[in-house]
Structures are given as C-alpha cells and as structure tokens.
C-alpha cells in the first residue's frame, strides 16, 4: 500500500477515491474518523489519507490526483457543466447534478 494524498476535506478525499476507482485503481481511506483527535493531536495527523492497494498503480494514481488538483485550481467563476449543462456557480469543482468534473480551460 502507499499513500498518494491527505488533506482535511472529507468531500475530497472521498471523490479522488471516486475517480482513482472508476479507473480501476483499489484504494482505501485511513484516517477518516480522526477529525475528533483536533486539538489533542497535531491536526495534519489526523486529516483522511488516501491510500492505493497497489504499490504498481502509484505513478497513474499521482498523476491522476495531481491532474485533477490542478484542474480546480484554474477554475474561476460561473461555468456550465459539459456533461449535463447545469450552471454551476464557481465555488462549487464538482457539478452538483450529476457529479461531473470541469474541463480546464
């Protein structure tokens, strides 16, 4: 097993799973139930990690992670889902009706 990302937003950890395992990468999350150990436990210790089953699958699954990570990043305002054409107010990096992911531009 290896670890490929930690950061404190359940939601996100949770939809990186999502994506890494709809490519066929098995994935697990350690650390999802910790959130109660804040102030006790230095905070990054207790953040959810995502954690791939399979050393081998290590270098697409970074890859993938740090594509997806990128692509929000460049993300700014209102945009219009192309999988769905939903509007989308740019806060959100994930379409709310269907849960499709925004190009990059």
């Known amino acids: 097993m290896e670890r490929i990302y930690s950061e404190p937003s359940p939601i ?3 939809h990186l799973k999502d994506i890494l395992e709809e490519k066929g990468i098995p994935t697990i999350i350690k650390n ?3 959130s109660g150990g804040v102030g006790e436990l230095p905070p990054t210790e207790v953040w959810p990690e ?3 089953v399979d050393k081998e699958d290590g ?5 993938i992670v740090q594509d997806f990570i990128q ?3 460049s993300l700014s305002g209102d945009w219009v ?3 769905c054409g939903e509007h989308v107010e740019g806060q959100f990096k994930v379409c709310w009706n269907c ?4 190009e990059a531009d």
């Open 12 to 14: 996100l950890i949770h």
């Open 32 to 34: 999802e139930f910790l």
């Open 50 to 52: 995502l954690w791939i």
């Open 59 to 63: 270098d697409a699954a970074q890859k």
């Open 71 to 73: 692509s929000t990043k």
């Open 81 to 83: 889902c192309a999988a």
């Open 99 to 102: 849960g499709a992911v925004p």
